[in-house]
T-cell receptor, first 115, second 112 residues
């Protein structure tokens, strides 16, 4: 099946710094990617839809100036958590639908810890 | 009422047991139904994918969809300790590029 990678897998940063997370589709092109956040013992919550060549679409309650999304190519989307705070500590997961497939493929996730 | 309801458990069963996991939903537009397995600290992996109503079997796993009742199930036969994980149901109204709506996830432990 299709493969989606994320980098880094784990990051620890100080409060106030910015963190960039990359999501790559390794063997297929994705015009759309999705970014999720998952808090402990909770389900995935969709944050935003990343669209190649256009602005991302954010879910209600998600600050677009805090969570910057760039979908620069058909295989790469980045999520930048700006001025991170401890409450941003979470597990961030991306997914992408492969063209011609009716399913979505998930990345392995990035665990962010803000001290 | 949430769009997708799933009992979060936890559920603990002995090895070899038959496990039944269920979700209900309220949006009649959903047509695509998925079950994902998520091991601790990992991303979800797709287990089963079903379009519309019916049954689908893959090895020890069977997915059932009853659109008239807005109810989906995942059965695991001869459960193994390696099946211990969180199982999330997910659904969408169009395949592929639409947003998935997830259940809360059920934490399953299979004891040897």
């Amino acid at each position: 099946g299709a493969v989606v990678s994320q980098h880094p897998s784990r990051v620890i940063c100080k409060s106030g710094t910015s963190v960039k997370i990359e999501c790559r589709s390794l063997d297929f092109q994705a015009t759309t990617m999705f970014w999720y956040r998952q808090f402990p013992k909770q389900s995935l919550m969709l944050m935003a839809t990343s669209n190649e060549g256009s602005k991302a679409t954010y879910e209600q309650g998600v600050e677009k100036d805090k969570f910057l999304i760039n979908h620069a190519s058909l295989t790469l989307s980045t999520l930048t958590v700006t001025s991170a705070h401890p409450e941003d500590s979470s597990f961030y997961i991306c997914s992408a639908p492969a063209a011609g497939s009716e399913t979505q493929y998930f990345g392995p996730g990035t665990r962010l810890l803000v001290l | 009422q949430k769009e997708v309801e799933q009992d979060p458990g936890p559920l603990s069963v002995p090895e070899g047991a038959i496990v039944s996991l269920n979700c209900t939903y309220s949006n009649s537009a959903f047509q695509y139904f998925m079950w994902y397995r998520q091991y601790s600290r990992k991303g979800p992996e797709l287990l089963m994918y079903t379009y519309s109503s019916g049954n689908k079997e893959d090895g020890r796993f069977t997915a059932q969809v009853d659109k008239s009742s807005k109810y989906i199930s995942l059965f695991i036969r001869d459960s193994q300790p390696s099946d211990s994980a969180t199982y999330l149901c997910a659904m969408e109204s169009q395949g592929g590029s639409e947003k998935l709506v997830f259940g809360k996830g059920m934490k399953l432990t299979v004891n040897p």
